[in-house]
């Protein structure tokens, strides 16, 4: 029997911790309807008897402390909320408990921004890891010497594993079920939980909103400058005559401040503006690339793709608000 201890933080979402603990539990239940033993022990574990969540509306008590675990197989940590240095800072006691375990072989799962506690320990440096797109920036920025992967919904390093944005972590819980069981009891259980146990990717749901959380004033400029020309073909060498930069400082700088090449942002400006025209539903692909700028079809459909995981006219039909026939 596998032991999975499901950590509950301070300031932790309920739900990432009731979650695993209702897939590791269901699994059992799959194997006990069969007359077989259960393979999971599924502990809840934390600092304290006690703890309060969203504003002292949930409390939960886990089923031990941390000092009282000797042994676990697998150690998973729940997305937090909130200030994130404050979170890390709150959980602190957690991290060198999760060092000695790891240490004594045990694996470790972050869920979603789980993924900054984990980080923490020193444990994913010169890793992958995949965290909520949304907080890609910040990561980065407090982990520079771990490589984020934000377009993945799973990553596997040797043992420490870490999930995409929400509730893409269901399906880093189905790959640790098909890890510890069989692809049998992970098949059953997506069916059980309506799962779509093949989503590796959070890329369509990715929204490029700029990286504008620096203090470099001249790459700024050129930011804005890019948003609202979007439609224009834009060179580096017009964006270093603008700037009166040299080409190789201004890109070294540009890089350094929003974790994207300059022609990288151009495509994700334009990308993201032909998703949302997409979205609507009112125009079609050709449309639209046109309008972004864009005048090869292929190039286009490529560029959408790589970016999003999508063709232009998958996303269109997945996001303009199909209706849906309700009986």
Partial sequence: MKTVTILVPETAI???????????????DFYTARGEEPVFKVLLVGLSAHVSLQAGLITIHPDLLIDEVKHTDLIVIPALSGDIPAAIEANAHFIPWIVKMQS?????????????????????EGKSCSTHWLYASQF???????????????????????????????????????KYTNREMAVLASKFFLLNIGLRSQSPYIMFNGQKNHQDQQIIQAQEYIETHYTDR????????????GRKTFERRFKKATSNTVNEYIQRVKIEIAKKQLESGERMVNEVMYDVGYSDNKAFREIFKRITGLSPFDYRAKYSGSRLNVA
């Fill in 104 to 124: 004594k072989g045990a694996e470790v799962a972050s869920l979603c921004i789980g993924a900054f506690l984990l980080a923490a320990t020193g444990l994913l």
């Fill in 140 to 178: 980065r920025e407090l982990f520079p010497n771990v490589n984020l992967v934000e377009d993945q919904v799973i990553t596997d390093s040797e043992g420490i594993y870490s999930s995409g944005g929400a509730t893409s972590y269901w399906n880093l819980l189905l790959y640790l079920v098909e």
């Fill in 234 to 245: 834009i060179t580096v060498d017009e964006l270093c005559n603008q700037l009166s930069l």
């Fill in 14 to 28: 309920p739900a990432a911790i009731l979650d695993p603990r209702y897939m590791f539990t269901a699994v059992n």
